[in-house]
Structure formats: C-alpha cells, structure tokens
C-alpha cells in the first residue's frame, strides 16, 4: 500500500461496523436535528429561546444522549449556543453577521456552479433538470402568492446546486451557513419587494451550467446572492433590527 493511500484496507485490521444500536442512536439524533433545525427556521422556536437538554428531551420523547449530539450540530451551524449546565440558547442575527454568511455563500455557491459547468455533457442534464424543475415550483407559487412555498422551493435550488456539485468540503461548509442564511429571508419574506426577478436569475445559472460555461455559471451565482444580499441586509438596518 503507498504511503498516504486512504482508499485501500490496512492488512489485518478489520473495518469496523455499526452495532443496529449504533445505527438506531444515529437515527434519533438525526431526527432531533432535523426537529430542532426546522423549528428554529421557522420560528416555531424564537430567537432567545433557552432549555436544558432534559427538557428538550422531553419535549422530543428522546433520551439526553440523541438530544445532545443535535445541540452540537446546531452549534456549529450557528444556530443555538450550548450554555454548560444550562442547555441551550437560540441565537439571533444581526446585520453584520448576514454580511458575513452572505461573503461565504457567495464564494461557495459560485464555486458550485462552476464545478458543475465544468462537468458538461450528459453527466450533468440530470442536474440541469432539477433546478430547471425547482424554479419553475417557485414561478408556480409566485403566481399563486404562495411564498411559503417560493422559498422551499427557493431554498432547495440552492441546495442542490452546492450538493450537486462533487465537492463534499464546498457541501459541508455551505451547510453550516445556509440555514441562517434561509432563516432570515424567511423572517423577511413579507417585507421585501415580490422576488420576481429570482427565476430569471436562477435560469442564468442553470442556462451557463447546460452550456458548459464555468466562468458565466460562476459569475451568474455570485451575483444572484449578492443581489439578495443588497436587498436584504438594508431591510433590517432600516427596520432597526439588531438581532433576528
């Protein structure tokens, strides 16, 4: 085996398996994750919100252990600060911390697009087809005032186009921002212009990927989140908010 190779087994040494108790513990905290992200996103659970870790167990029906390991997934996506021996805070974001999720996704998302533009070929149709069909659901809720709506589909474009796009290290620190980023254009959803002008932004991106043009489909994502930067981060200024 050469030195450094990570793709071969080492002689001797078995590869270690998940216990169906390892695999069920896993599953519930995943579930608690996904529980607790979700409530945050819609503030279901608010801004300010603080527990222990055995109440929001109990509010899940969970032991402690699959509870804990969400609160340390959600701390590092920036959602919650775990207090020691007070459990968990929700956190707010100010302006200046969009300013800063926005610089990152801006950068990721750009080199998403890129990545996949640099794919080509019947490889990347499948793709092209997924946000072809996710703008066109936020065209349909557009039309029918749906908001809600929009922004799943919205948020799901974005998504896909960093999961999609074969870089596992661009995914993993998209995912840590995103949601905040998700988070506060929900909050604000009502207070914008209509977001008409989203579609025709996305349909760039998508249009530069099918053509296998990595510097327009780079450019194209980059300045649609730029955009929702500019219009978003002056709504809260205005408004006077210091925290959301």
Partial sequence: M?????????EGVRQPKESPEQQASEARADAAYRFLRNAILTNEIPVGFQATEVE???RLGMS?????????RLQEEGFVQILPRRGILVKGLSPTDLLEIYDI???LE???AERLALEGGDAITEVVDELEELTKRMELALDTGDMAAWADADEAFHDAL??????????RLAATVSGQSHRARRLTLNMRPPPTQSTGE?????????A??????GSAARAHRRRARDQLVPILRRLNFSSL
């Fill in 56 to 58: 929001v167990a109990a």
């Fill in 105 to 107: 996704l801006i950068g």
């Fill in 110 to 112: 750009g080199a998403a």
């Fill in 2 to 10: 050469k030195p450094g190779s990570r793709d071969q087994k080492i």
């Fill in 202 to 210: 996305h349909r760039a991106i998508i249009h530069a990927i099918a």
């Fill in 212 to 217: 296998a043009d990595p510097i327009a489909a």
């Fill in 64 to 72: 402690r252990t699959p509870v804990h390991e969400a609160m340390a």
């Fill in 162 to 171: 960093v999961a999609r796009c074969g870089n596992g290290r661009i995914r």
